[in-house]
């Protein structure tokens, strides 16, 4: 896709137009357009862009660190490789959006919509993804800490070969979801759904599966270790691969 260059001056004058705009409710100002830019490696280190278009743009490597992108729409954006350290991103429109290798690091993703976004070998440390889309997003290989993806539509994620430490998705929509190979500890899982979905080649240690539903769920060659499985629903295949444990 080719993508319209954009300087540093005309930048630094969107963002500060944009920023009137907000400020003044629409009455100065102009709502910043940024749709199919190149901003690759740009800084945008504490911008406001809440409600900015920037659908299709290229923001490789840019440094969003600290910067509001509340309800921006992001819908096909390039963030490879971004920097989103405790960026705001409630609400926004990042539908197959790429942000594979991204530093998520304490981002607030809550109420955002990720479906089918690309996220492989993301850092989702103290992420925040309470009622976020991530329908059939690929986290293929992210690593996830210290996290809360509480009431989250993982319907069809890919999250295979995922690390999933200390981090709570309560009542989660994992069905269909793969989490084969994946490492998965000290965690909640209390409520979420996991109809259907693969868990096969996982180790599972220290972690809450209360009220959880596996029916249809993989569990061949998991390797399960102090997990609580109580009051939870399985299929009958499923209850025997785990009765060993």
């Known amino acids: 896709m080719l993508r319209r260059k954009i300087n540093r001056s005309e930048l630094t004058k969107v963002i500060q137009e944009h920023l009137k705009w907000l400020e003044s409710k629409g009455e100065l100002g102009e709502k910043a357009d ?138 989660a929509d994992l069905s269909f979801a793969n989490l084969s190979n994946s490492k998965i500890t000290m965690s909640d899982f209390e409520n979420a759904g996991l109809i259907n979905s693969r868990l096969n080649h996982s180790l599972i240690i220290r972690t809450s599966f209360k009220k959880v539903d596996f029916t249809g769920t993989d569990f061949n060659d998991a390797k399960v270790e102090s997990a609580d499985f109580s009051e939870t629903v399985f299929s009958h295949n499923s209850r025997t691969v785990l009765e060993r444990y």
């Not at 940024?34 to 809440?50: H, P």
């Not at 440094?63 to 409630?90: M, P, S």
């Not at 926004?92 to 955002?112: E, G, P, T």
Request: charged share 15%; with cysteine.
């Open 34 to 171: 940024l749709s199919g830019c190149d901003l690759a490696r740009q800084n945008f280190e504490k911008a406001n862009l809440e409600r900015a278009n920037l659908e299709g743009a290229n923001l490789c490597q840019a440094k969003l660190r600290t910067a509001n992108l509340t309800a921006a729409n992001l819908w096909g954006a390039t963030l490879e490789e971004a920097d989103l350290h405790w960026a705001i991103v409630q609400r926004a429109n990042l539908k197959d959006a790429c942000l594979n290798r991204a530093n998520l690091i304490y981002a607030n993703f809550s109420n955002a919509d990720l479906s089918r976004a690309q996220m492989e070998n993301t850092a989702s440390h103290y992420t925040f993804y309470d009622n976020a889309i991530l329908e059939s997003a690929n986290l293929q290989g992210a690593s996830i800490r210290f996290s809360d993806m509480n009431f989250a539509n993982l319907h069809g994620a890919n999250l295979s070969r995922t690390a999933i430490a200390s981090s709570t998705m309560i009542s």
